[in-house]
T-cell receptor
């Protein structure tokens, strides 16, 4: 069964304390891996798409990387405004359907 | 460019009733997907439409249905509502099926 697992479920960081979020997947026929940010009461906001192992994408303090079995979202020197839930999704399978993980809730403390 | 809009934003219904939710995609986007989000299950895929045709359907009962119009706007319908249908229903649009999706703010449905 296609599956996407994110860890940790929750993460508390001091402002400036860098860390990484993990997204591991077991799917057949991966077409792409997507990272989203979701703030409370809002829809997910698109961050990155990764298509092949070894690919990296950066945006401000965020950097996403992809291997054959997992992806990492590295957060460098986070600020309180980076607090949100980060969702990972893979597009895979015969119908190229999207499968979402349950997210990592990040809290950055000033 | 305007984002994805969903109406209504909040809805309270009684068990057994039916409900219709609406989604207007970003201008130029022809693919619309629907998701159900609950605290326990996360985002669960409902269905995807492209050019008025359903491309994919998730593992939900037949009470959940949808359609897409020629202007790419989409509606989803849930009949015979159950308490477990209480959730945030999110619509996402993309240029085409294989592109990144952009989400609307969601419709919060509460079934009592």
């Amino acid at each position: 069964e296609d599956q996407v697992t994110q860890s940790p479920e929750a993460l508390r960081l001091q402002e400036g304390e860098s860390s990484s979020l993990n997204c591991s997947y077991t799917v057949s026929g991966l077409r792409g891996l997507f990272w989203y940010r979701q703030d409370p009461g809002k829809g997910p906001e698109f961050l990155f798409t990764l298509y092949s192992a070894g690919e990296e994408k950066e945006k401000e303090r965020l950097k996403a990387t992809l291997t054959k079995k997992e992806s990492f979202l590295h957060i460098t020197a986070p600020k309180p405004e980076d607090s949100a839930t980060y969702l990972c999704a893979v597009q895979a399978g015969i119908g190229n359907q999207f499968y979402f993980g349950t997210g990592t809730s990040l809290t950055v403390i000033p | 460019k305007a984002g994805v809009t969903q109406t209504p934003r909040y809805l309270i219904k009684t068990r057994g009733q039916q409900v219709t939710l609406s989604c207007s995609p970003i201008s130029g986007h022809r693919s619309v997907s629907w998701y159900q989000q609950t605290p326990g299950q996360g985002l669960q895929f409902l269905f995807e439409y492209f050019s008025e045709t359903q491309r994919n359907k998730g593992n939900f009962p037949g009470r959940f249905s949808g359609r897409q119009f020629s202007n790419s706007r989409s509606e989803m319908n849930v009949s015979t509502l159950e308490l477990g249908d209480s959730a945030l229903y999110l619509c996402a649009s993309s240029l085409a099926p294989f592109y990144e999706q952009y989400f609307g703010p969601g419709t919060r449905l509460t079934v009592t």
